[in-house]
């Protein structure tokens, strides 16, 4: 088992039809690395209908089990396709889009039999290749959207341990960092002075920064896209007649 304490969490996709030996094998070897494997779970499979395969340990539809599978995928680091035959499925492919869009990295065992697919997934490579890329990638480089930003911090709440924060204790939290905030614009405006005169406007920076992380980890935990939620927002604003 890795010491390492940045814990790196994936989704494992694969055909169950084909590969599910595969897939269990693959997640047994993720959590030896110290990868977190946030779905699926190791299982056995109970039953088998019209091309779906369920788990001892799946809830609800057919449907509603893909759903669970995708919020998996966009809390992840990373998906990992398992296809040793390089054979891709359509709920596969549909996995592989989503987590493009969520710009999270995606990794398969072989190169895709597909194009197209082959063309938007790193192939072939090792557990500890795949790790250090990902620690390379993400906590230094510079941040250049708010999507990335929301994924940094999603990282960074798992890094530190506070996973099991519910949205009622981050929100308290953001209440106690607007009080800051306010503290903040007051010595900033001179109507309350506590610091040198220097350091009040990078003081308000920090404030206002913390106040972000704040809200973009209730939008994680709400599973939120807020880059998305803003451009929809705005579009709604066009829209409008404003008097």
Known sequence: MSDD???ISATISGSFHRHFDEI???????????IEVLSPELSRPISSAEGFIRLETDRGSPGEIEIEHLKAISRSRFLYIVNPDRYIGKSVALEIGYAISKNIPVYSLNEPDDLVLSSLVKSGKSIQTIKRELRAKTVTK???TLKEIQDYVRHMVKLRGFEEE????VLLLLTEE???LARAIRNFLGLKTTRKRSN???HLGEELADCLIY?????????IDLEDAFKTKRNLNLRRKWH
Do not use: H, M, P, Y
């Open 200 to 202: 009040i406007r990078e």
């Open 215 to 223: 809200l973009l980890d209730i939008a994680n935990l709400a599973n």
């Open 178 to 180: 607007v009080g800051e």
């Open 24 to 34: 269990q094998k693959k997640i047994r070897e993720f959590k030896q690395e110290g």
């Open 142 to 144: 510079d941040l250049l």
């Open 5 to 7: 304490k940045s814990k």
């Open 166 to 169: 519910t949205i009622e204790n």
